[in-house]
């Protein structure tokens, strides 16, 4: 034994090493787990929300383009891969098309289409089953508001305001927009 030392090896961890670590990965876990459902809900939300901004936008730039009327609307989640699906009147959109229309609403052109939204999102319209933008690129109507709720997070919603102009403005329920 060199300079008279005792030394042991070490035999691996004791039962109350292994408990107490299991502990700590226990509790850091049930922080982590809710705020990660949490960052996962607003990324849906957001996700969601952009994509239905990418598609008023182009709404708007074909009808100022074409001078003609388009309009985005909901379409029934079973019925999107047809090759023209038909606008729904429903308060839940599980889907949505972008489509050039004549003036009795007719689609001549489907122009986008969005995948099925994921359960875990909500998007509703309110009071109007469409979003009609005329030959100018303006919305035929009022502001025009789509509302992209969570629904494993209620709290977790945005807005999307379609002004007269056909600009749009997002911003979340909770807090007013400018």
Not at 60 to 66: L, P
Not at 147 to 176: F, M, W, Y
């Amino acid at each position: 034994m060199p300079l008279g030392r005792n030394i042991q090896q070490s035999q691996g961890f004791t039962l109350i090493e292994m408990l107490m670590t299991l502990t700590i990965v226990a509790i850091l876990m049930s922080m982590a787990v809710p705020r990660y459902e949490q960052f996962v809900a607003q990324q849906d939300v957001k996700r969601a929300t952009q994509q239905l901004r990418d598609h008023l936008e182009l709404a708007r730039t074909y009808a100022q383009t074409h001078q003609t009327s388009v309009q985005l609307c909901p379409v029934v989640a079973a019925n999107i891969n047809e090759t023209i699906p038909t606008c729904g009147a429903v308060d839940a959109w599980g889907a949505w098309m972008v489509a050039a229309v004549d003036k009795r609403g007719v689609v001549n052109q489907v122009l986008a289409r969005s995948e099925p939204i994921l359960s875990r999102i909500q998007i509703t319209s309110g009071q109007r089953g469409f979003i009609k933008l005329n030959a100018q690129g303006g919305a035929d109507g009022s502001n025009d508001t789509l509302t992209i709720t969570s629904t494993q997070q209620p709290s977790i919603d945005r807005h999307l305001t379609v002004a007269p102009n056909g600009r749009t403005k997002e911003c979340e329920i909770s807090a007013p927009c400018p």
